[in-house]
């Protein structure tokens, strides 16, 4: 019996061996095949199976010639065993590079894939917003044309709605794509939150007077004022719920905007209107993507279905939370909570003092732009007519630099404090707006640092925004220019000259 065992182990360790050597041939086979093996070291992996076969003659001529007990047999067979082993460890370590290697080739396609489409989509982008920017800029004009007929008023307003519901629905895609992609990115810097609140305040109550609506703004004492965080992002998240309160709020009705802090020190925003309100059916869809409650809304008050789901998930980037209560046909209440960081606090005023966030006293405190005069810097000629069209409705004159280079000759040969402030777009021929700003701000010139130069660009993604700023821009405007946020946007650095 022990006979049997131990001839029957040093034939089963040779039955294994054999195994091991055709196993290990297949796997040479298939590493050398593999692109990234150098083809001068076919040797190098053909070498262990010379040795597997001078084991397998061994295994051989001990089971055939000599006289084996059970110690050399079981070496024999747990030899063959380890060697097994050892291959099939090989092989699944192999096996894990390669998905290794194919997993980060597929991850670098899929960044290939994405760069390529956030390249698009910024070409996109700009090539959209510039007709658009001569639609509405035109539009809006037209409208401030005397003696026009009321039809033709109605057919420019029509023009005006429907050219803004493209623009939302373009900018809406956009910024909705770069979150889900994860290329929207958040700025943690130093911010004034009265100069945020006076933009918002500025553009809404502007809004709320032409429809026809009363705009409550108030904000507590104890806010103060420096924070850090995204201006821009948080601008745009007030924005969005506001103007939809106006939307959905006719003639008549109010819209109310209020800042305050909670327990734990972070900042409410609460926005509250009377407009048509919502069901208790829909409120839980208001944050789906495309949500709208009935296609009659849609039709009457227009909106692409993107802004509260966008709103929200800028809200939860930024650590925030946002809540709504609504009933139909009495209005709706939304509650944005922001644990934003006061890096200063400023000391409370007086009651009979304006508070941070006080809209129309606010916009009445501001500097007049009658008088000054200001250096378009637009290579579109319909463009810059159209700012500077608009900048004369308020009383402040203007000229026009086709491209950089003229604009920093036209600053650098005028006296100090003739410019007030540089609007300049980013894409020019000769010198574009990045290479202009970083240009004036280099000249030996007292004003040279100090005069306000505003970017009026259609690139409007936060990159665009970021290398503006580091190029000694003050504020970034995306076009088409929204004539209430540019004369909000000049009037605050004015009032800072």
């Not at 109605?154 to 979150?179: C, F, P, Q, T, W």
């Not at 819209?255 to 972070?266: D, L, M, P, R």
């Not at 939304?334 to 129309?360: H, I």
């Not at 410019?419 to 000769?430: A, E, G, N, S």
């Amino acid at each position: 019996m022990l006979t049997y065992l131990v001839y029957g182990m040093v034939y089963l360790g040779s039955a294994l061996m054999v195994y091991n050597i055709i196993s290990y041939s297949r796997f040479a086979r298939r590493i050398v095949r593999m692109e990234k093996w150098d083809q001068h070291a076919k040797l190098e992996i053909y070498i262990p199976i010379i040795l597997l076969v001078m084991f397998l003659f061994g295994y051989l001529a001990v089971g055939l010639f000599g006289k084996p007990d059970v110690i050399i047999s079981g070496i024999l067979f747990g030899g063959s065993i380890f060697v097994f082993i050892v291959f099939l460890l090989l092989r699944h370590i192999t096996t894990r590079i390669q998905q290794s290697e194919r997993l980060e080739a597929e991850l670098m396609a899929a960044e290939a894939s994405s760069n390529a489409k956030s390249a698009f989509l910024s070409t996109m982008s700009h090539e959209m917003r510039s007709p658009m920017n001569a639609i509405i800029g035109l539009d809006n004009l037209a409208l401030h044309e005397p003696g026009i007929t009321p039809q033709m008023r109605g057919y420019l307003e029509k023009i005006d709605a429907s050219a803004r519901h493209l623009l939302d629905l373009i900018n809406d895609v956009l910024d909705m794509n770069r979150i889900e992609t994860g290329h929207l990115t958040l700025k943690n810097e130093r911010f004034s939150l009265r100069d945020t609140l006076m933009l918002v305040n500025s553009i809404i109550e502007s809004q709320c007077r032409e429809k026809g609506l009363d705009y409550i703004s108030n904000a507590a004492m104890n806010i103060g004022d420096t924070y850090l965080g995204d201006a821009m992002k948080l601008r745009q998240v007030l924005i969005n719920i506001l103007g939809n309160a106006v939307k959905f709020t006719d003639a008549g009705g109010f819209v109310a905007f209020s800042v305050g802090k909670n327990e734990q020190g972070a900042l409410v925003f609460t926005m509250k209107d009377n407009g048509v309100g919502m069901s208790a059916e829909f409120l839980p869809q208001i944050f789906n993507v495309f949500s709208q409650e009935d296609a009659s809304s849609t039709n009457a008050y227009g909106g692409t279905g993107l802004g509260m789901p966008l709103t929200k998930r800028l809200v939860e980037i930024m650590g925030g939370e946002i809540t709504v209560e609504s009933e139909k046909g009495k209005g709706s209440m939304f509650t944005v909570t922001l644990p934003l960081e006061a890096v200063e606090d400023e000391p409370a005023q007086p009651a009979s003092q304006q508070q941070p966030g006080d809209g129309p006293k606010q916009e009445e405190a501001l500097p007049s732009m009658e008088g000054r005069r200001a250096l378009v810097v637009e290579d579109m000629e319909i463009n810059a007519e159209i700012v500077m069209d608009l900048l004369d409705m308020e009383g402040m004159s203007a000229e026009h630099a086709e491209n950089g280079q003229i604009a920093v000759d036209m600053f650098s040969a005028h006296e100090a404090g003739y410019y007030d402030v540089i609007l300049m777009d980013l894409r020019m021929p000769v010198m574009n707006g990045l290479t202009a700003a970083r240009s004036i701000r280099a000249l030996d010139r007292p004003d040279a640092k100090t005069v306000p130069i505003i970017a009026l660009t259609a690139n409007a993604f936060e990159e665009d925004v970021q290398q503006s700023l580091e190029a000694g821009m003050n504020h970034h405007l995306p076009k088409p220019a929204d004539p209430d946020m540019l004369y909000a946007t000049i009037r605050k650095y004015l009032l800072k000259k």
